[in-house]
């Protein structure tokens, strides 16, 4: 990767503090900032990675799944560059995976595009487990179908999984091969499947250019059809004003003795101090980075972290234990090509039946199974096929499968959590998070039910051998609960807008602040939270406290 160890900025530094700092330039941080600077609030942003050019990424070339072992892996503690914090996840049963950059995890997200169901907001009510949000499903559709727009997202309408609404803006990728074959299936079998929407354009949208379909997209896009906020709202956000730093790692928030943030401290590539001052802090630095800053904010006033006076800030982790299950066909199916960000979903077997003997489901999406390179490695299923059998390995292998991902609901347990770790630090000599989270009985229970019944649906296509990952460890995509959103301060660190109980002027607009985790990819709903969130502050804007 091109990283520079020098201090980036992108539009002009504000005369003064800034109305709003932002930390982190991911999804979240990405949408407030468009949204606060086109309504003319002065916004800095401090991102510790940089602002990777798409010629960077390897998907066009040969080496790309070589690459995405290494230099583009999720992985931080693989990456292991200076931008990055390690992570000790010795004490985790899933490692947990994110970038650091503009754009964030979302320059190496699939693109999956689902919103959480209306169920999701009320797992209390209905299943007597967890937390009710304090929103609906309905409070948070206009927000997902304005984000949807800003994005640009590929999708059919009329899904009824989902109650009605606005349709997608752009028509629906093309589901391939092994997908009409599985849904085919479904419908034999009577069970729910849809093109899965997608923030991956299938014609060209707001100048950028459409999907190639090569398959590549947890490489970075190199075409820009796959959306990340580098592409979709920085650029807006400077053209209105906006500051973005990078290189800038914060080290903590500092607050006043009236009990208001003041602005953040932070370091650049070369070790040098800085702060920048500002009237109000968005925090937007992921479901293990927001967490991290927080604890690492202690004080006086906040002996046990910012904004933490319900003990509740680093817990609650959710991760979303993953299994997947690929059926191996006959037929050449080219399922090396196509969007990663799956072709069709189904919610066959989301909502909860106590028959199963556990509680809530899981999402399938249904996504290509890679290039030569994971064709010829051993099978998920632990053969080893080398010497004078291995091209026939791969020929047998290459194109013919099609692969189940499932996203199974992770209900939130104290227990799992984040907090500084006493020994690893990062390149800055900042205490790294570590994680302590066990996979509960019940999602153990949720994958086996949902492993046995996607295996069905891939006999069904015609597969002759299915291969199961039974719960992967590298599948922590999806950080989402460690500062959770609720009406009550004595068991929520941030209210239903976003606003930290404890700190007026503090916000979370990450993953953090999930109550529940539901069990379809987050990042639409992470947007369409940070979007509400964001339309809250400039419609208070004149009752915000001016602290400089």
């Not at 995976?97 to 169920?119: D, N, T």
């Not at 309905?138 to 349709?167: C, N």
């Not at 079998?189 to 014609?203: F, Y």
Request: proline share 6%.
């Amino acid at each position: 990767m091109n990283v520079s160890a020098e201090v980036g900025v992108s539009g002009d530094r504000p005369d003064g503090p800034a109305d709003v700092l932002i930390i982190g330039a991911g999804a979240s941080g990405g949408v407030v900032a468009r949204r606060l600077a086109e309504a003319g609030i002065r916004v800095v942003c401090l991102e510790q990675g940089a602002w990777h050019d798409r010629t960077e990424y390897r998907g066009a070339e040969l080496d790309w799944e070589l690459t995405a072992r290494r230099q583009w892996s999720s992985s931080p503690n693989i990456r292991a560059l200076p931008e990055d914090y390690p992570v000790d996840d010795e004490r985790s049963d899933v490692s947990p995976l994110m970038f650091a950059g503009v754009g964030g995890s979302m320059i190496l997200f699939a693109g999956a595009w689902p919103r959480m169901l209306p169920s999701d907001f009320r797992v209390r009510s209905l299943d007597g487990v967890a937390d009710d949000w304090p929103l609906t499903y309905e409070d948070l559709r206009p927000y997902y179908e304005r984000s949807d727009r800003q994005i640009g997202v590929s999708g059919l309408g009329g899904d009824p999984a989902y109650p009605p609404g606005e349709d997608p803006p752009l028509p629906p990728l093309p589901i391939g091969a092994g997908g009409l074959r599985v849904a085919r299936a479904h419908s034999r079998l009577g069970w729910h499947w849809w093109p899965e929407p997608n923030a991956i354009l299938s014609a060209p949208y707001d100048g950028r250019n459409r999907c190639v379909q090569r398959g590549t997209c947890m490489q970075g896009c190199g075409e820009g059809a796959k959306a990340s906020t580098d592409l979709t709202h920085w650029p807006r956000a400077i053209a209105h004003g906006a500051t973005l730093i990078t290189g800038a790692r914060v080290s903590r928030i500092e607050t006043n003795s009236a009990g208001l943030a003041t602005g953040a401290h932070w370091i650049d590539g070369a070790g040098t101090e800085h702060f920048q001052r500002a009237n109000a802090v968005v925090v937007a630095a992921n479901g293990i980075g927001t967490p991290r800053l927080l604890l690492m904010s202690s004080s006086e006033a906040h002996p046990d972290g910012l904004a933490n006076s319900s003990g509740l800030v680093g817990r609650r982790l959710m991760m979303h234990p993953f299994a997947n299950v690929t059926g191996l066909f006959d037929e050449q199916l080219e399922s090396w090509q196509g969007h990663f960000g799956c072709s069709i979903e189904s919610f066959e077997f989301y909502e909860t039946d106590e028959r199963r003997g556990f509680v809530r489901g899981a999402k399938w999406g249904l996504a290509p199974t890679g290039g030569p390179v994971n064709a010829a490695l051993p099978s998920r299923a632990g053969a080893q096929v080398w010497g004078a059998d291995h091209h026939l390995h791969v020929r047998s292998r290459l194109g013919h499968g099609a692969s189940w991902g499932l996203f199974g609901e992770d209900l939130p347990d104290e227990e799992n959590r984040v907090t500084l770790s006493a020994t690893a630090t990062d390149s800055s000599g900042l205490a790294a998070p570590e994680l302590q989270y066990s996979v509960s009985e019940n999602s153990r229970r949720m994958l086996d039910f949902h492993i046995e019944k996607a295996s069905e649906s891939l006999t069904e296509a015609g597969a002759h051998t299915i291969e199961v990952d039974r719960l992967m460890r590298y599948s922590g995509w999806h950080l989402l609960g460690t500062a959770r959103m609720g009406t009550d301060p004595t068991t929520s660190v941030v209210d239903e807008w976003n606003r930290a109980h404890d700190v007026p002027n503090l916000f979370v607009v990450d993953g953090s602040c999930f109550v529940t985790s539901g069990g379809v990819n987050p990042t639409s709903t992470i947007c369409a939270l940070a979007l509400r969130a964001a339309d809250r502050m400039v419609e208070r804007r004149h009752d915000q406290p001016v602290v400089w």
